[in-house]
Each structure stands twice: as structure tokens, then as C-alpha cells.
């Protein structure tokens, strides 16, 4: 038997990883890519957790449904706005986009 | 150590292996497909999790729909590979101490404060299908569902309205 905090450091482990993604990667694409690992760690969390504690009720699982919902609208519009600040700035590396900085 | 706990590790090792690998590539488009590798493992975990909706959803939507669009905007864009970039002189020392502490955390948490040894409920086949999930989500939770489904329509529209062309 697989004890649950084994899932929990795994899911620990893969959002670390997505997260330094998000603060260290310069491509706009890449820390999108992280985001999306960092989404998936959070779903082992719920799915373990409703095995192990209630799985008798869905609970687990339909908010890992909705977290699949939410996590494909924001690659969606996050996408979108890669492409529309490629088309005006003619580049995707986030250190550059600082218009709004100062 | 039985085939399952064995299975996990294995498991756990590739996950965390490619997710190490989508972090350390240069190349847009190997990280975009290490992230495949990982979802794939990832559905692998939920099918040992006794959830093979949540599993096939992951492949069909994770590892298919988002990963096939991120590959699409790669490629259209033509940004795969990006010169390194600079690093502040105080970053590396203050990111090692930082890492050193969490690490140290961890490890206590881990090995000092264990205490969370459940045993694993009885297998529950009734109710990992598909159906018990639909019941779930069209009787208690139809209030999320119908806002999930609003704010995928403003995702939508919010998509087609930024990459519009201007005039």
C-alpha cells in the first residue's frame, strides 16, 4: 500500500519544479508551460486526497474536473495574449515586457 | 516491496524526472513535449488512485487538447530558442541559502514529523465511474459547474478579442 504522503511529496516535488519554471524561465510560452505543471501537482493533491479520505463522495474528483476546466480557459487567454503582445512587440521573453513596470 | 509501491516509484521518478527536463531545455518545443511525458505519468497516478475518468480526462484534455495548442503557438510564433539570460550578482548565493531552507524543512517534515500513516479505504468500484461523477456535478455542485462553463465561454471570448486583428 502506498501511504498518502508519498502522492503529497510527489505533487510537493512537481509544483516546486513548475514554480521555480515560473519565476526563473525567461520565455513567456515556458512559464506558461510551468503554470499548467503547477496546476497538475495541485490535482494529485485532490485525487489523493479523496481516495484516501472520501471516497465515498465525489468531491475530489469534480473539483479535479473543474480545475481541468479552469487550468484549459487560461492556457487559452494566456496564449492569446502571447500572440497579441508578439504581433505589437515582436518578442515572447517576459523580462521585456515592462511597460507597466515603473 | 510490493509491485504497487515499486510501480509508484518508478513512476514518481519519470514525473519528476521530465519535469526537471521541461525546466533545464532551451528548446520551447522539448520542454512543451517533457510536459507530455509528465502528463502521461501523471494519468498513470490517477489510474493507481483508483480515478480513471480524472486519467482519461487528463490525457484527453491535458496531454491532447492544451498541449497540442501550446505546440501550435511554438511553432507559429517561431520563438523556440531563447539566448540565456542575465543573472544579478546577489541571485545565485540568495537562491542557493533559500533552496538550502526549504530543503531543510522538508527533509524535517519528512522524516521527524511524520505521523500521517492512513490506511488506504476499501476499494470503491461503484463509484469511481464516470456516472457518480456526473450525478455529483449535475445535483450538488451545479452552481460551479454552470459557472465553469461561463467562464470557459469568456475564455473563449476573451481569446478570439485578443488575437483579433487591429484595425
Not at chain 1, 512559464?31 to 465525489?58: D, S
Not at chain 2, 528548446?27 to 505519468?41: D, E, K, Q, S
Not at chain 2, 531563447?82 to 546577489?90: G, I, T
Not at chain 2, 522538508?106 to 511524520?114: A, D, E, G, N, W
Given at each position: 500500500?502506498?501511504?498518502?504522503?508519498?502522492?503529497?511529496?510527489?505533487?510537493?516535488?512537481?509544483?516546486?519544479?513548475?514554480?521555480?519554471?515560473?519565476?526563473?524561465?525567461?520565455?513567456?510560452?515556458?512559464?506558461?508551460?510551468?503554470?499548467?505543471?503547477?496546476?497538475?501537482?495541485?490535482?494529485?493533491?485532490?485525487?489523493?486526497?479523496?481516495?484516501?479520505?472520501?471516497?465515498?463522495?465525489?468531491?475530489?474528483?469534480?473539483?479535479?474536473?473543474?480545475?481541468?476546466?479552469?487550468?484549459?480557459?487560461?492556457v487559452a487567454v494566456g496564449l492569446?495574449?502571447?500572440?497579441?503582445?508578439?504581433?505589437?512587440?515582436?518578442?515572447?521573453?517576459?523580462?521585456?515586457?515592462?511597460?507597466?513596470?515603473? | 516491496?510490493?509491485?504497487?509501491?515499486?510501480?509508484?516509484?518508478?513512476?514518481?521518478?519519470?514525473?519528476?524526472?521530465?519535469?526537471?527536463?521541461?525546466?533545464?531545455?532551451?528548446?520551447?518545443?522539448?520542454?512543451?513535449?517533457?510536459?507530455?511525458?509528465?502528463?502521461?505519468?501523471?494519468?498513470?497516478?490517477?489510474?493507481?488512485?483508483?480515478a480513471p475518468f480524472i486519467a482519461?480526462?487528463?490525457?484527453?484534455?491535458?496531454?491532447?487538447?492544451?498541449?497540442?495548442?501550446?505546440?501550435?503557438?511554438?511553432?507559429?510564433?517561431?520563438?523556440?530558442?531563447?539566448?540565456?539570460?542575465?543573472?544579478?550578482?546577489?541571485?545565485?548565493?540568495?537562491?542557493?541559502?533559500?533552496?538550502?531552507?526549504?530543503?531543510?524543512?522538508?527533509?524535517?517534515?519528512?522524516?521527524?514529523?511524520?505521523?500521517?500513516?492512513?490506511?488506504?479505504?476499501?476499494?470503491?468500484?461503484?463509484?469511481?465511474?464516470?456516472?457518480?461523477?456526473?450525478?455529483?456535478?449535475?445535483?450538488?455542485?451545479?452552481?460551479?459547474?454552470?459557472?465553469?462553463?461561463?467562464?470557459?465561454?469568456?475564455?473563449?471570448?476573451?481569446?478570439?478579442?485578443?488575437?483579433?486583428?487591429?484595425?
Amino acid at each position: 500500500m502506498i501511504p498518502l504522503s508519498w502522492y503529497l511529496w510527489l505533487s510537493a516535488a512537481l509544483f516546486s519544479v513548475g514554480l521555480f519554471g515560473v519565476l526563473a524561465r525567461r520565455n513567456a510560452i515556458a512559464i506558461l508551460l510551468a503554470i499548467e505543471l503547477m496546476l497538475n501537482a495541485v490535482n494529485i493533491n485532490l485525487v489523493a486526497f479523496w481516495r484516501y479520505l472520501t471516497p465515498g463522495q465525489m468531491n475530489g474528483q469534480v473539483f479535479a474536473v473543474i480545475v481541468l476546466a479552469v487550468a484549459a480557459a487560461e492556457v487559452a487567454v494566456g496564449l492569446a495574449l502571447v500572440i497579441s503582445v508578439y504581433r505589437r512587440r515582436q518578442t515572447v521573453v517576459a523580462d521585456e515586457l515592462d511597460l507597466l513596470k515603473w | 516491496m510490493s509491485l504497487e509501491l515499486l510501480l509508484f516509484l518508478i513512476l514518481a521518478l519519470i514525473a519528476i524526472a521530465s519535469a526537471l527536463g521541461m525546466l533545464l531545455s532551451r528548446h520551447a518545443v522539448y520542454a512543451a513535449l517533457f510536459l507530455v511525458l509528465n502528463f502521461a505519468t501523471v494519468a498513470v497516478f490517477y489510474l493507481l488512485l483508483n480515478a480513471p475518468f480524472i486519467a482519461m480526462a487528463q490525457i484527453t484534455v491535458y496531454a491532447g487538447a492544451i498541449m497540442v495548442l501550446f505546440l501550435f503557438v511554438i511553432m507559429l510564433l517561431g520563438t523556440e530558442v531563447l539566448p540565456p539570460s542575465p543573472v544579478l550578482p546577489w541571485q545565485r548565493p540568495l537562491a542557493f541559502l533559500l533552496a538550502l531552507g526549504l530543503l531543510a524543512e522538508s527533509v524535517y517534515l519528512l522524516f521527524f514529523r511524520q505521523r500521517l500513516t492512513l490506511s488506504l479505504p476499501a476499494t470503491i468500484d461503484p463509484f469511481s465511474g464516470p456516472k457518480a461523477i456526473g450525478q455529483a456535478l449535475f445535483t450538488g455542485y451545479l452552481l460551479p459547474f454552470e459557472i465553469t462553463s461561463i467562464l470557459l465561454l469568456v475564455a473563449m471570448v476573451g481569446a478570439i478579442l485578443l488575437t483579433r486583428k487591429e484595425r
